[in-house]
């Protein structure tokens, strides 16, 4: 059994992720963390609150971060998802569910601490919640099982932003924010854009879940039809699958080709919110001649994984932030 907490921007994608979580035999959702992102910080909680309770959804629902570390939010890309984030949808008035008293890296941390070694974190939008996790209490990543990221890219087939030519938006949202996380001796991977501007939903698979997925899978259909005018418009004919390929990651790992090495983020300068990578990998021939195959021949799903053990010292490459 997976023990999750989601941590997210709904967002139309982070809803169809939700439910993606809820709907998973082998997970038991124990809190929904929200940051600001594809809305403001209330229009996201505000929309976590509406599918927990359309839907639900017993784990708690905490509001994060409305801004990120250093600077300001910005503007929601309404033309992405919508005024209200979820399409543009009619939504009610009055919600039943209340948020959790706590702040987001509040709720995370007891989380944490109160399953120690068991929790995993799937994070699909700004990380500054789970960067205010570690400032507060960094002893939290040594008792997390792993995270799980949906966010950066690092230019396999060509992919290396949608926000600017260097940078996804998850992470330009908050650079120096995803940089303290991706440093964090934590197990992650970084489910970047390059796997998940692969994995796409055309509109007949929307319309059969739409037909054979309940009231789950209508909801759906109806908060993806203002996404998918916006990816038509860019001149793609299906939806990107962003936040539920970290989940698909979660539940099955074995779907994708894994990179190995550390993770930094660029915070200043022209590429802010590039995500780079070093290979973890030796300077072997045994090892050259596999990463020469997996860049000639990526799959259709690669994330990235940063792991912490293969660590090497580099002279030009400066060591992870620790706090
Ligand atoms: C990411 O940004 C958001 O718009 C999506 O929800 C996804 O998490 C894709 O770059
Ligand atoms: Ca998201």
Redesign the pocket.
């Known amino acids: 059994m997976h023990k999750v907490i989601f941590d997210t921007?709904p967002?139309?994608?982070?809803a169809m992720a939700l439910l993606f979580l809820h709907a998973a035999a082998q997970v038991e959702l124990i809190g929904i963390t929200t940051t600001f992102?594809?809305g403001t910080i209330e229009t996201t909680t505000r929309n976590a609150l509406y599918i927990a309770e359309r839907f639900g959804i017993a784990a708690p629902v905490a509001q994060g971060a409305g801004v990120p570390l250093v600077g300001e939010a910005g503007d929601p890309?309404h033309f992405?998802?919508g005024h209200n984030g979820l399409g543009d949808i009619e939504l009610p008035t009055t919600l039943s569910r209340q948020p959790d008293p706590r702040p987001a890296h509040r709720l995370i941390i007891d989380l944490i601490r109160a399953n120690p070694g068991e929790v995993e974190i799937v994070a699909?939008?700004r990380m500054t919640n789970l960067a205010l996790a570690l400032r507060e209490d960094p002893g939290i990543a040594a008792l997390v099982k792993q995270v799980v990221i949906?966010?950066g890219a690092f230019g396999i087939d060509g992919v290396l932003g949608?926000v600017t030519p260097a940078a996804?938006?998850?992470i330009w949202g908050d650079p120096l924010a995803a940089d303290e996380v991706t440093g964090a001796a934590w197990p992650l991977t970084m489910v970047g854009?390059d796997v998940?501007q692969k994995t796409r939903m055309p509109t007949e698979y929307l319309r059969t879940i739409a037909d054979e997925a309940g009231e789950a899978g209508r909801f759906i259909w109806d908060i993806s039809r203002f996404y998918e005018d916006f990816h038509q418009k860019g001149g793609v004919d299906s939806i990107?699958v962003?936040?539920s390929s970290a989940v698909a990651y979660l539940l099955d790992p074995t779907l994708f080709e894994i990179r190995r090495g550390e993770i930094r983020v660029v915070s200043k300068g022209l590429a802010f919110g590039q995500t780079i990578q070093k290979p973890a990998a030796p300077p072997s021939p045994r090892v050259t001649g596999m990463a020469a195959r997996f860049i000639k021949s990526a799959p259709a799903s690669t994330p990235m994984r940063s792991a912490a053990s293969t660590r090497q010292p580099c002279a030009v490459w400066p060591e992870p932030v620790r706090r």
């Open positions: 921007d967002g139309v994608d982070d992102g594809n890309p992405v998802h699909v939008g949906m966010g949608n996804e938006a998850n854009l998940t990107f962003h936040d």
